[in-house]
């Protein structure tokens, strides 16, 4: 390789070589470059774009319908049942199992079959079909509150707040119907203990009655009868339960 008469004299006088500037590239190159390139570049984005807008136009819409629900906890009164006292309780009982058994039942299969039903207008549903709407139900509580969003995504807007609402008003029949049954048996077996309270009182009355033939003793107050005042507890019990009925 030959050097040029520059570099030669810089070697002989022990100086660094030096090596030619590389030519700057200048935007007018890089602008003729791309010009080139023109027909190559549109194709390309013509490309993408066509392929993002079959991709989009080939994807199925979803929608999404929501409803809130305020979930109560179940009131003492209520649950008047043998051995549970109605009285005031100030033991704490943490109220997050059964939120918990709440949104349980939200996304169940027993209420999912409820609402197929009523939809479709008829009792008897296929499994497929509940499992299939059970599917598309979420339940997202809110925090810090007593409320639950229930939402179902469905690609018909229609169907999708259809079922939504569907299943917001069964959880609230279903929530009233187990309600009843519960009052029920506590009101049987209020009236079951008050049969029974009634025989004792009898029974003692009897006894009181003949024990005050036998020794010729006086008779008792009323209110210092525990038999009877237990008799009039178990009265205002059953009379609050048909209260909370009604």
Same mark, same amino acid.
């Given at each position: 390789m030959q050097t040029t008469e520059p570099q030669r004299l810089l070697r002989d006088a022990g100086g !660094?070589? &030096?090596? !030619?500037?590389?030519? $700057?590239?200048?935007? %007018?190159?890089? +602008?003729s470059v791309f010009y080139r390139y023109r027909f190559v570049a549109a194709l390309a984005f013509l490309? =993408?774009?066509?392929?993002?807008?079959? %991709? #989009?136009?080939? /994807?199925?819409?979803?929608?999404? #319908?929501? &409803?809130?629900? +305020?979930? $109560? +906890?179940?009131?003492? @009164?209520? +649950?008047?049942?043998?051995g549970v006292s109605t009285s005031n309780n100030s033991t704490y009982v943490d109220p997050e199992p059964y939120f918990q058994t709440q949104y349980r039942i939200l996304t169940g299969r027993d209420l999912a079959r409820r609402v197929v039903a009523k939809i479709k207008g008829r009792d008897e549903v296929t499994d497929g079909a509940v499992s299939d709407f059970?599917?598309? &139900? #979420? =339940?997202?509580?809110?925090?810090?509150? @007593? *409320?639950?969003? =229930?939402?179902?995504?469905?690609a018909d807007p229609v169907l999708a707040a259809v079922s939504a609402n569907t299943l917001a008003e069964e959880y609230v029949q279903q929530n009233l119907e187990l309600r009843r049954q519960n009052m029920e048996r506590s009101l049987e077996w209020l009236a079951q203990e008050l049969t029974r309270q009634k025989t004792i009182v009898e029974a003692s009355e009897r006894a009181m009655a003949q024990y005050r033939e036998d020794n010729d003793a *006086?008779? *008792? $107050?009323? %209110? /210092?009868n525990i038999v009877i005042s237990r008799l009039n507890q178990m009265n205002e019990a059953a009379t609050l339960a048909r209260t909370i009925r009604v």
């Amino acid at each position: 390789m030959q050097t040029t008469e520059p570099q030669r004299l810089l070697r002989d006088a022990g100086g !660094p070589a &030096v090596r !030619p500037h590389a030519p $700057e590239i200048h935007l %007018r190159d890089r +602008l003729s470059v791309f010009y080139r390139y023109r027909f190559v570049a549109a194709l390309a984005f013509l490309l =993408v774009l066509g392929g993002a807008g079959l %991709r #989009a136009y080939s /994807q199925t819409p979803l929608y999404r #319908a929501t &409803v809130r629900l +305020l979930i $109560e +906890l179940e009131d003492e @009164r209520s +649950l008047t049942m043998e051995g549970v006292s109605t009285s005031n309780n100030s033991t704490y009982v943490d109220p997050e199992p059964y939120f918990q058994t709440q949104y349980r039942i939200l996304t169940g299969r027993d209420l999912a079959r409820r609402v197929v039903a009523k939809i479709k207008g008829r009792d008897e549903v296929t499994d497929g079909a509940v499992s299939d709407f059970a599917s598309h &139900v #979420a =339940v997202e509580p809110v925090r810090a509150s @007593r *409320l639950v969003d =229930v939402g179902f995504v469905s690609a018909d807007p229609v169907l999708a707040a259809v079922s939504a609402n569907t299943l917001a008003e069964e959880y609230v029949q279903q929530n009233l119907e187990l309600r009843r049954q519960n009052m029920e048996r506590s009101l049987e077996w209020l009236a079951q203990e008050l049969t029974r309270q009634k025989t004792i009182v009898e029974a003692s009355e009897r006894a009181m009655a003949q024990y005050r033939e036998d020794n010729d003793a *006086l008779s *008792l $107050e009323d %209110r /210092q009868n525990i038999v009877i005042s237990r008799l009039n507890q178990m009265n205002e019990a059953a009379t609050l339960a048909r209260t909370i009925r009604v």
